[in-house]
Each structure stands twice: as structure tokens, then as C-alpha cells.
């Protein structure tokens, strides 16, 4: 690989000097600052802070649902001007068509990316992998309202990965679940993105969810006037398997630092609330 593809792939998300502000009714709100973050092809990337300090709305300047007040964010090296394909979201809720089957959720998705330039055969071939992939064969005619929060989860995920986006963008996707449902839902995420190859850039709370599957964590100060506080590498190999990191002491050492940074030097705002 030459030295400019190799830079580029390590700048595959590029986000520069970002601020973004809000107003309000009583006045400019400055929810971000001085954001500088880059992400690299197929990186796992995890966004980590208390309660209003700004995660979901980076996540939405990257997704380009929102353009920021100040500073530029690129994708592939071209500037994110607004929603695209090549970002998928995946939201805390479903977000799904309560009357439309497993199928026909992920097959709209599907149709608008790729109906233009393929047919129908090859549209319901994407579909169908895509429900293979999350498991989800056996439930392909049912709706929403016939299967679980999990279930509906991974419907969401199949529709967001059937688009063959570049970068999977997910806002605390498991947020709402139960802890064993979540818990094999993060074991089925590392197999996709392990099978896949993507790039995702996740919002949790959630401090082994972050260290269990992410290459780097991003932690970020209290808000207002949110900015990125430090960024930890995780160099913990894969395939991951959470029963034997459970005890690893470089496990234990991430935890730790990110349990440091939350509520020993960032804590005393959540204490004083």
C-alpha cells in the first residue's frame, strides 16, 4: 500500500476543529468544541461520557442529519455535506414500520440504495442475506409486533448493513434491552463487523460494552462546551470472547482507566447534580 491510500485509510472518518451550537430560547447553547478525531477504515470506534456531553449529536454530524456551526468532517476524503448511503444509522429505537413484515423493513432500505441500477431478484437477494446474517431467516414475514426487542434490534441492524454502508454509525443500539439480550447482542455485532470488515463508530454508556468491542475509545468531557478528554487504544486481539477477557489483565486495565476517567476526573458534575 503507498504511503497516500495508507494515510488515507487512516483518516477514513476526518473530523476537524468541529464545534457545534444550538439556539435556544435562552440563548446560544455550545454543546461541542474543539472535536478533532480520526477514524480509521474498519476501526471499531466507541463514544463514552456521562449524560449531555454531546455523544449522540457528534454522532449525528458524522451520520449528517446535522452540520456543524464550526470546522469540517470528512468520509473517504470528501466533506459530509448531509445524509448519505455510505453512512448507515442504527438508532436505540427500532425505528421500525410497525406494519410492514421483517423483510419488507430491510428491503426498503435496500431498494432506495441499490433500485436503480438492480432488479428485483438481485434487490430480494440483498434482503435475504442481510436477515441471514443477523439470524434472523426464521422471521422474515412476521412484523414488529410479533417479535422481541432483540429480534426488532437486529432487524434494525440487518436493514443498516444491507445498504453495504462504508461506516455503520450506531446510537446505543442495545440501550434498551435486557442485559442477557444485550449481551448476545454484542457477541452477534463482533461476528458481523469481524465478517464485514466495517467501520463503526458506536454511542454507549456502557463501559465493558465499549472495551468488549471497540479498537479505540473516545471519552469525552462533561457538557456543556463538551470536547474529547482523552482517546484509549484498545489493543485486546480478536476474535473476542467476553467469558476469557472477563479476568485478562489488560481487560481489567482499560476498564479501569475508563472507569477512572468517567467518575474519578469527570464525576464531580454528575455528584454535585
Aim: glycine letters at 8%.
Amino acid at each position: 500500500m503507498n504511503a497516500t491510500l495508507d494515510l488515507q485509510n487512516r483518516k477514513f472518518i476526518d473530523i476537524q476543529n468541529v464545534e457545534q451550537t444550538f439556539k435556544t430560547a435562552k440563548g446560544p447553547f455550545q454543546a461541542l468544541r474543539d472535536i478533532n478525531l480520526t477514524v480509521a477504515k474498519g476501526e471499531f470506534v466507541a463514544l463514552i461520557g456521562h449524560s449531555g456531553c454531546g455523544k449522540s449529536t457528534l454522532l449525528s454530524l458524522i451520520a449528517g442529519l446535522t452540520m456543524p456551526t464550526q470546522g469540517t468532517l470528512l468520509c473517504a476524503n470528501k466533506e459530509i455535506g448531509g445524509p448519505g448511503p455510505e453512512r448507515a444509522v442504527v438508532f436505540q429505537n427500532h425505528s421500525l414500520l410497525p406494519w410492514l413484515t421483517c423483510y419488507e423493513n430491510v428491503y426498503l432500505g435496500v431498494e432506495r440504495v441499490f433500485g436503480p441500477t438492480e432488479n428485483k431478484a438481485q434487490l430480494k437477494a440483498r434482503t435475504e442475506a442481510a436477515l441471514a446474517l443477523v439470524g434472523l431467516t426464521p422471521a422474515t414475514h412476521k412484523r414488529p409486533g410479533e417479535i422481541s426487542g432483540g429480534m426488532k434490534q437486529r432487524v434494525g441492524i440487518a436493514r443498516a448493513l444491507a445498504m453495504e454502508p462504508k461506516v455503520l454509525l450506531m446510537d446505543e443500539p442495545f440501550g434498551a434491552l435486557d442485559a442477557l439480550t444485550r449481551a448476545r447482542l454484542q457477541d452477534e455485532l463482533l461476528a458481523i463487523v469481524q465478517k464485514t470488515q466495517s467501520t463503526v463508530v458506536m454511542v454507549t454508556h456502557d463501559v465493558d460494552e465499549a472495551v468488549l468491542l471497540s479498537d479505540k475509545i473516545v471519552m469525552m468531557t462533561n457538557g456543556p462546551s463538551a470536547t474529547i478528554g482523552e482517546v484509549l487504544s484498545v489493543e485486546l486481539a480478536r476474535p473476542r470472547n467476553r467469558v476469557e477477557l472477563a479476568e485478562d489483565p489488560a481487560y481489567v486495565h482499560y476498564r479501569k482507566a475508563v472507569i477512572d476517567f468517567l467518575y474519578t476526573r469527570q464525576g464531580h458534575v454528575e455528584k454535585a447534580a
